[in-house]
């Protein structure tokens, strides 16, 4: 739509303009640090930031009715720069100009309701949105979207220039970072460092594709995590894991376009989401903070956090009533199909206990809960969501488990509504479907195949058959017609067809 047509009270708002003061500041200390600089942890304390807009309150002056319509407005522009994340322009990166934005088509990901069966088989009413629609098929999307326009933005200040961006991942990170980067190639170059044979083909093949530098390491992600902390120590590196505030700014768009996907009603809500790293759970409690305190939503959803009893540092922490007597200890992580998400230490930890505190403290009640499934419920709720057309990853599978599990102990109603992000699309993660249907999983892994669920294809070549047809060598005449009605009576026994013509 062009501006002309905005109604008049919303056209002064359409295009955002730079304004706000965004700051650095640490969770440690509390000292705030300017944003001309790349950093990551504080360089007083050591500890990790979150970005902040000094001038936050500004936005409180317009009325959450009038937020509302101007994000609503916003969406029938069409002007790329404000179709992803930076929709929230306000919200998400009030300082980047727009033309530094880097827009590659993420965000604005489908929300789609669970069928009547799957409805009834979980208790409750749910949709899955599915951020694996994202262009390197993950959430992180979001975050490099965010993290690559501060970076372009820098650079066309001219406070940095021939970046080397770099980061550890369990397979999604490196393939958003690489992506981002790539766009912005050749002034900013792509490292990734991912752990040897714990990303699947997939994962692997996108940072190569994207032409980043690929290093596999032995060991696991927490090991990768380190080495890149050392690198990001010593040269002059930008880190891209969510340890960088950016990633978390970006990814907060995610609760903002669940708010607006309801129209804005968070009565009655629940959000599930898997823990690993711990950054998306912190972005996702952060932005609906952000949208409560500005009145554009009426009341704070539910937050369930979901991690796998192979890797659930998060869980055990709060398994401990007491506040006062909550003790933060890594785990070290076994095999899991959640393996975007197999972290025993998380970078955001720090991040998640602020937002926890505070989310509890303006919901007035407990708000944010923490569940623990195991592997097997994992991949078998997967399993039974695409078999409903869904295109879960195992993690969305891992969401939907922990509803289930929350259903169970009451954390949620039946009168709710569950919102359940499936963090990156099943293909990425087809290798475990794979392991599931031909019964190959390693031990370590805990999960048996149940045969209801296994599906594998039939070859059909019958064996009187004495031609069949090859690539470069049709067949023809009587030899086709025989192979042709050969083979449809095979597959009509296998189908148990009935002759009704
Ligand atoms: C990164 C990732 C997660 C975990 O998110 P964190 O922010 O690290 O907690 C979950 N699922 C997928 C598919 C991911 O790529
Ligand atoms: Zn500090």
């Not at 991040?351 to 303006?362: A, M, Q, S, T």
């Amino acid at each position: 739509m062009k501006i002309e047509d905005f109604p008049e009270d919303i056209r002064q708002y359409i295009i955002p303009t730079q304004e706000g003061k965004v700051v650095y500041r640490c969770l440690g200390c509390g000292m705030e640090y300017s944003i001309e600089k790349l950093l990551y942890t504080c360089p007083d304390c050591g500890q990790i930031l979150l970005i902040y807009d000094l001038e936050f309150d500004r936005l409180k002056k317009i009325s959450g009715e009038t937020w509302r319509r101007i994000f609503d407005y916003r969406k029938m522009l069409t002007i790329p720069a404000l179709k992803g994340i930076y929709l929230y322009y306000e919200f998400i990166g009030p300082v980047i100009p727009l033309d530094s934005v880097v827009y590659l088509g993420e965000g604005h990901t489908p929300v789609v309701e669970a069928n009547t069966y799957m409805q009834d088989k979980a208790g409750v009413r749910f949709y899955f949105k599915n951020d694996g629609q994202n262009p390197s098929a993950s959430f992180k999307d979001r975050g490099m979207a965010s993290a690559l326009s501060y970076i372009n933005f820098l650079i066309q200040k001219g406070h940095i220039s021939d970046v080397l961006a770099i980061c550890a991942s369990t397979g999604d990170t490196s393939a958003a970072a690489a992506l981002y980067g790539s766009f912005l190639q050749p002034r900013v170059k792509t490292a990734v460092l991912l752990p040897h044979k714990k990303v699947t083909p997939q994962q692997l093949s996108q940072p190569l594709g994207s032409g980043a530098s690929v290093f596999e390491l032995p060991g696991v992600f927490d090991d990768c995590m380190k080495v890149v902390e050392a690198l990001s120590d010593r040269y002059n590196v930008a880190l891209l894991n969510s340890k960088n505030a950016w990633r978390i700014l970006g990814q907060e768009s995610y609760s903002y376009e669940i708010a607006q996907d309801f129209e804005y009603n968070m009565d009655n809500k629940v959000i599930i989401l898997p823990i690993g790293n711990a950054g998306n759970i912190s972005a996702v409690m952060s932005g609906f903070l952000k949208f409560y305190e500005t009145g554009i939503i009426n009341s704070l959803p539910k937050i369930i956090g979901v991690q796998s009893k192979h890797a659930n540092p998060v869980y055990r922490y709060y398994l401990e009533p007491d506040a006062k007597k909550r003790k933060f200890v890594p785990v070290t992580v076994k095999p899991s199909v959640a393996q975007a998400a197999m972290i025993g230490n998380p970078v955001s930890m720090p991040r998640v206990i602020h937002l926890v505190n505070l989310y509890n403290k303006l919901a007035g009640k407990q708000n944010v809960f923490c569940i623990e499934v195991d592997e097997q419920a994992i991949i078998d709720w997967e399993l039974i969501a695409n078999r409903n057309g869904h295109i879960a990853c195992t993690h969305g599978g891992e969401s939907l488990a922990g509803l289930v599990k929350a259903r169970s102990q009451g954390i949620i109603d039946k009168n709710d509504t569950a919102i359940l992000d499936s963090t990156a699309h099943a293909l990425k993660f087809s290798g475990f479907q794979e392991m599931y249907y031909e019964k190959k999983f390693p031990k370590e892994f805990e999960i048996t195949s149940d045969p209801d669920l296994i599906n594998s294809p039939v070859l059909i070549h019958p064996k009187d058959l004495k031609k069949v047809p090859a690539p470069g060598k049709p067949l023809e005449g009587d030899d086709f017609e025989l192979f042709v009605r050969r083979v449809s009576e095979e597959i009509a026994k296998a189908l148990e067809l009935k002759n009704g013509k």
